[in-house]
């Protein structure tokens, strides 16, 4: 393992997120709040965490060697790793300086809820935060949502971190997302104009709809890289408007849709787009739910109307799903067979090379097709049966990364459970707590619902919660990889 090399590049890293502090700085030094008694302004916060990240950046890709062009996959799943462990540590500052966040565990949490646009908060009053901080809290998801690496190889190609290997270990589901272009770099650029286009898209249309410019703004970083944070405690539900439901929806629907097919309709691919097995599969799923989700609120809640039972169905189906977590209503007081099912599309997720969390859409389809194959050999023993997507044979290789995969996100998911149940949490809680965090959903049942927050979980609970959203994020293996012995061997 070249960890000096490591290093190097997690050095530019901080460089780069250095140079993106000067954003909230520009907002907490425009709106001026006052600092909350022994704590520093806002804006000293911010400025101190940029100085900071920038002298610690620049001294590392300064004094250690670059080797990123002789990488292997370990190297790259490890400084994946690294980056997200220490830009996620100096996200945290900010609320940690300025008392958003007066324990470091907490501010932790929020910076690598952000990072990782799970969406979980400890913060319990929203409202009263300073601008600088909520507009902090949806930059760092629309930073996570498209890969704050990819960004580095868009902004940054000279400094030669378009290595393969990063790629695939930052994009989620990234050994199954296609090259647009032969160059990284250039599909780097494309990914993150396409996202800039829908964030600019999205926050034009929510200020036509009278949305304040902050709010919009804000939501609107959140939305497209469906991460969750919102600027008031209500979420989405505290405008109270169909208009900017319907908004939010159709960003949500497009965040959780591969951004290489995003950029096949750009380029008029219309055929291959709705052709995709994927697409096709994260579509279905969510109208079937939009349609559960509707006759179980008419019939089970008599104070709605129909009309209502569609809204809230439909906006909160589409924000699970896609892994978003923001509400309108508190899916707490839903049916219990209806909250069964939303911890259940929790897990999919929408479609590999989004910015959606779980599982991803194409990986339950290989899942489904491995359980018929292996139903056929019963019938047919002797015969050779192929895994088939979209008329391609998937590789042996593959099918064990999605097998194997899935027993890990299961399998941590149950450990989790069984830990936080050990210090004292409710089983409910429990259960959603740990599967919204591996997944990187946010908002769960029980305390940690729709209208709650983790702030009463334990110390150590808050810790493997952490963990659990990077290894959401970084889909396991590049975090097991960092704690495998022979990965570290020459």
């Known amino acids: 393992m070249n960890i000096l090399a490591i290093f190097n590049v997690v050095g530019v890293l901080l460089l780069l997120l250095s140079g993106l502090l000067v954003l909230p700085i520009g907002i907490s030094f425009y709106y001026d709040y006052q600092s909350l008694p022994g704590f520093m302004?806002?804006?000293?916060?911010?400025?101190?965490?940029?100085?900071?990240?920038?002298?610690?950046?620049?001294?590392?890709?300064?004094?250690?060697?670059?080797?990123?062009?002789?990488?292997?996959?370990?190297?790259?799943?490890?400084?994946?790793?690294l980056s997200w462990i220490a830009v996620a540590l100096a996200g945290a500052f900010p609320y940690y300086l300025s008392g958003a966040c007066p324990d470091f565990i907490d501010a932790f949490f929020e910076s690598m809820s952000g990072f990782t646009t799970t969406g979980a908060t400890i913060?319990?009053?929203?409202?009263?935060?300073?601008?600088?901080?909520?507009?902090?809290?949806?930059?760092?998801?629309?930073?996570?949502?498209?890969?704050?690496?990819?960004?580095?190889?868009?902004?940054?190609?000279?400094?030669?971190?378009?290595?393969?290997?990063?790629?695939?270990?930052?994009?989620?589901?990234g050994v199954t997302v296609e090259r647009m272009q032969p160059r990284l770099a250039e599909t780097a650029k494309i990914l993150w104009k396409t996202y800039v286009v829908l964030t600019v898209?999205?926050?034009?249309?929510?200020?036509?709809?009278?949305?304040?410019?902050?709010?919009?703004?804000?939501?609107?970083?959140?939305?497209?890289?469906?991460?969750?944070?919102?600027?008031?405690?209500?979420?989405?539900?505290?405008?109270?408007?169909?208009?900017?439901?319907?908004?939010?929806?159709?960003?949500?629907?497009?965040?959780?849709?591969s951004f290489a097919l995003h950029y096949q309709l750009i380029n008029g691919n219309f055929a291959t787009?709705?052709?995709?097995?994927?697409?096709?599969?994260?579509?279905?799923?969510?109208?079937?739910?939009?349609?559960?989700?509707?006759?179980?609120?008419?019939?089970?809640?008599?104070?709605?109307?129909?009309?209502?039972?569609?809204?809230?169905?439909a906006f909160n189906i589409v924000s699970i799903n896609t892994t978003s977590g923001f509400v309108t209503d508190d899916f707490n007081a839903w049916p219990n067979f209806l909250r069964i099912f939303m911890l259940v599309i929790m897990m999919v997720g929408g479609c590999s090379g989004s910015t959606s969390g779980s599982l991803k859409a194409i990986r339950f389809i290989i899942l489904f097709k491995?359980?018929?194959?292996?139903?056929?050999?019963?019938?047919?023993?002797?015969?050779?049966?192929?895994?088939?997507?979209?008329?391609?044979?998937?590789?042996?290789?593959?099918?064990?990364?999605?097998?194997?995969l899935t027993c890990f996100f299961m399998g941590f998911a149950t450990l989790g459970c069984i830990l936080l149940s050990l210090m004292g949490v409710d089983l409910p809680t429990a259960i959603s707590a740990s599967i919204a965090c591996l997944f990187n959903i946010g908002p769960g049942l029980g305390q940690v619902g729709a209208m709650g927050t983790y702030a009463d979980i334990p110390f150590m609970g808050k810790g493997i919660l952490i963990t659990f959203m990077l290894m959401g994020r970084l889909e396991i293996f590049g975090i097991m990889l960092l704690f495998l012995p022979m990965a570290w061997r020459k």
């Open 41 to 81: 302004t806002e804006t000293q916060a911010f400025t101190l965490t940029l100085v900071v990240s920038f002298l610690i950046g620049l001294t590392l890709w300064k004094i250690l060697p670059s080797g990123v062009e002789k990488l292997r996959d370990r190297e790259g799943f490890a400084i994946v790793a």
């Open 123 to 173: 913060l319990t009053d929203i409202d009263s935060l300073p601008r600088g901080v909520l507009f902090w809290r949806s930059l760092t998801q629309w930073l996570g949502g498209m890969g704050i690496i990819l960004l580095s190889m868009a902004i940054f190609p000279a400094l030669g971190i378009g290595s393969a290997h990063l790629f695939k270990a930052e994009v989620p589901g």
């Open 201 to 257: 898209f999205e926050l034009i249309l929510l200020t036509l709809g009278g949305v304040a410019f902050f709010d919009a703004l804000c939501h609107s970083l959140s939305t497209v890289a469906t991460g969750g944070f919102s600027t008031h405690n209500a979420s989405i539900g505290y405008f109270n408007s169909g208009y900017v439901e319907s908004i939010s929806i159709l960003f949500m629907f497009l965040g959780g849709i």
């Open 273 to 313: 787009v709705f052709k995709n097995p994927e697409l096709r599969f994260y579509s279905t799923m969510i109208v079937i739910g939009i349609a559960l989700a509707t006759w179980g609120l008419a019939s089970s809640r008599p104070d709605l109307t129909l009309d209502e039972s569609f809204r809230k169905a």
């Open 370 to 404: 491995i359980i018929r194959r292996e139903l056929k050999k019963l019938v047919h023993p002797r015969a050779i049966f192929h895994v088939k997507v979209a008329g391609k044979s998937v590789k042996p290789d593959d099918l064990t990364n999605v097998v194997a």
